[in-house]
């Protein structure tokens, strides 16, 4: 049975990543990318659907860990009846390989380990041929299968009934390596890495990229964290920015809300770029930028709504039976059939997303304004459309009002970039267009009744995502509005202090309902309070969800109040994202109370 996900840690090599437990074992590593088939997946089922398990013998020993400064070099202290040992995991970064290490180093006395290794490749669809790797002075063995092969170097193991296992002492002063590397299976396997440069450098690497990070306030270490995740998560060749690193983890334990989120979402990249951006990240706005125009060029008709790390557009969602699923909760999906759903909003976000990247600086290419034009003359023919909304519904396609809204924000941008950058286009057109979509909002998406925004035209149902409202400058945080609407979504939407994003029950996702508080919302509505002058709100909330993350600073999606449980895909980009805005506005409120966000 896989841990809970709070009880999971992050390392990664900007390539891909790997979830390493509270009890020292690897359940979930995909090699090379992110989106490649998992070779560990106890995760999604058990031991058996493939591990690394390296912890002590002592079945009573305790583990506390952190990660070695700002960095994702995981350091897990094992105190056992007999001394203590220190585990050090990490994905060397910059090698341009995909080697994983784990390191054991003896503290006090002498401790047995143990090693359980299951190789289960192509998700957990293939047991390996494996055997003893020749003509080295360390131990080892060589795993095949198909494409995929690795190799394991360190303490002997034996094989044992399609596992394998070691048990080997530390004393207190010793080192005991052991490394992995994945290759393609017709190359020659790869030589040893020198671990003691790979941990220098990789230290360094991560402790430099942290130390760029510009946010001044009491939450810096939680900033600094988040956009850590941020860029554990950015593929460094492709600039590709995945959501998370895990495919269906549930929303709903033990329900069907199970999605693979191990792609680009233009929205999701989108807002990451502006965090990027606000906080001193350039050079990494610009390759994601980079990434952006090579995914979308083409006909503005056939954008989809996410993409593939290199900008893969064929990401059709099918059903594993080769893993039951995160403590039963089935189906296992990968692909993501969202990409085939029109979201008016996501050309909202890439514009909103690359004004501000003009605004700091990142000068257009060649071809980054005509491509631009070419999303607005498509929106232009297409903004009336119904759409499946921010939240990918799988009922009927609305007129969502924050759809809508970011419409509104695409032409509201344009304009903004003809009139203060000095680009080229139909002005006086994009004017009125603007106006009218936003005539159009205030007329069917906003219920006078109510006093609120709604959800879409025609519902008495508010929505989270329109706490975005204010943060594209569609209307002032404080306009009556907007705080009419924040009193109907904490009236509705708050449950056990955290806001849903919308009501499930009222069934307009076509899913059956129940889902826990979404994390990203409930940092929006720190964000709202803040800016809003209700800083005592900010800061109770934002209080509350930070006892949310787990031990090494981590938030996936959503979180279980009740039984006190991370839920949904780990780490969650936009939960990170949205926890660094939400700081940023309390920061910002401080230093102006009476400052407003939007005219």
């Not at 058996?48 to 350091?75: C, E, K, M, Q």
């Not at 090579?294 to 056939?302: C, F, H, T, V």
């Not at 569609?474 to 994003?501: K, Q, W, Y």
Request: aromatic content about 8%; some cysteine; proline content about 4%.
């Amino acid at each position: 049975m896989a841990l809970p996900i709070e009880d999971y840690a992050l390392i990664s090599d900007c390539h891909s990543a790997a979830l390493v437990g509270l009890n020292g074992s690897i359940d979930w590593l995909c090699l090379p990318r992110y989106d490649s088939a998992s070779m560990f997946g106890a995760l999604l089922g058990d031991e058996n659907h493939g591990r690394w398990l390296l912890a002590p013998a002592d079945p009573d020993a305790i583990a506390t860990r952190r990660y070695d400064g700002d960095t994702f070099v995981l350091s897990t202290l094992w105190t056992t009846s007999t001394g203590q040992v220190e585990v050090l995991d990490f994905m060397p970064h910059g090698d341009g390989r995909a080697d994983l290490v784990r390191r054991v180093r003896g503290i006090t006395g002498t401790v047995t380990m143990t090693q359980d290794l299951r190789i289960r490749f192509g998700y957990a669809t293939t047991i390996p041929w494996v055997r003893q790797l020749k003509g080295e002075s360390v131990h080892g063995l060589v795993a095949i299968a198909g494409p995929d092969a690795i190799v394991v170097r360190g303490p002997a193991l034996r094989a044992s009934d399609h596992r394998h296992e070691s048990h080997f002492d530390v004393p207190a002063g010793e080192i005991v390596d052991a490394q992995m590397t994945w290759y393609r299976s017709h190359r020659e396997i790869p030589p040893a890495i020198d671990i003691d440069e790979a941990y220098r450098s990789t230290l360094s690497w991560w402790q430099s990229w942290a130390s760029r990070c510009s946010h001044d306030g009491p939450l810096h270490a939680q900033v600094v964290r988040s956009m850590l995740v941020l860029r554990a998560l950015t593929h460094e060749r492709t600039g590709g920015i995945v959501a998370a690193a895990t495919t269906s983890l549930p929303e709903q334990f033990g329900g069907t809300r199970n999605w693979d989120y191990r792609y680009v979402w233009l929205r999701d990249a989108s807002l990451t770029l502006e965090v990027l951006l606000s906080h001193g990240y350039e050079m990494e706005a610009d390759a994601w930028r980079a990434w952006l125009l090579r995914a979308i060029a083409g006909d503005p008709g056939d954008v989809q709504i996410m993409y593939g790390l290199s900008g893969e557009r064929y990401l059709p969602e099918r059903e594993l039976t080769s893993l039951p699923g995160y403590n039963g909760a089935a189906p296992v999906r990968v692909g993501n059939g969202a990409v085939d759903q029109f979201q008016s909003d996501v050309i909202g976000e890439v514009m909103v997303a690359l004004h501000a990247a003009r605004a700091a600086g990142v000068h257009e290419t060649e071809f980054s304004w005509p491509l631009q034009r070419a999303l607005m003359s498509f929106l232009e023919k297409n903004w009336h459309r119904a759409d499946q909304g921010i939240w990918e519904v799988r009922g009927a396609a609305r007129e969502f009002t924050h759809s809508r809204v970011m419409v509104w924000a695409a032409f509201d941008r344009a304009v903004r970039g003809i009139e203060e950058c000095g680009l080229d286009g139909p002005l006086e057109r994009w004017k009125a267009l603007r106006a009218e979509v936003r005539a159009d909002i205030e007329t069917h998406g906003f219920n006078e009744n109510l006093g609120s925004y709604v959800q879409y035209y025609g519902s008495t149902e508010v929505d989270a995502s329109l706490l975005v409202l204010p943060q594209v400058g569609f209307c002032a945080s404080t306009d009556p509005r907007m705080l009419g609407t924040v009193a109907a979504i904490e009236a509705n939407l708050m449950h056990d202090g955290l806001l849903l994003r919308y009501r499930t029950a009222a069934r307009v996702d076509g899913l059956p309902p129940g889902e826990h508080p979404f994390l990203a919302c409930s940092f929006w509505l720190v964000e709202q309070y803040a800016s809003s002058g209700r800083i005592d709100d900010a800061n109770t909330l934002m209080n509350r969800l930070l006892g949310f993350v787990n031990d090494v600073g981590l938030l996936s999606e959503e979180y279980d109040v009740a039984n006190g449980h991370q839920a949904g895909n780990t780490p969650q980009a936009l939960s990170h994202l949205a926890l660094v805005r939400a700081a940023d506005a309390i920061v910002a409120s401080l230093a102006s109370p009476t400052r407003v966000l939007a005219s």
